[in-house]
């Protein structure tokens, strides 16, 4: 991973900063730490990384439905699964940055 910095909002206390990553985490999200509030925050996976994991669910879903369609049961397997599970807390991470944005943006912490 590349550690660049780039334009970051802290997610616990809506300060922007310019960052780089501190550390990265299970889905493939970087960390940062928030040189205002002292905290550390998510930040959304990559493009690239949202792709394979949007790619990798497709294709469990696919496999499920063929399973079902061929009278069986579908057991996901653990890489699909993980893929899934990365998706949903990315797209938690993602709302909570468009949240913090919210706020500063109104002025509200």
Known sequence: ???EARAVICTICA???VSTPTAMKFPGCPQYHCPSCGGHFLYPMTTANFVVGCLLAAVLLVTAVR???AGGIPLPGLLGLLAVVALIIDIRIRGAVA???A???SGTQ
């Open 1 to 3: 991973m590349a550690s």
């Open 67 to 69: 399973t079902l369609l």
């Open 103 to 105: 706020r500063a943006h």
């Open 99 to 101: 949240k913090a944005r």
């Open 15 to 17: 300060a922007a900063s």
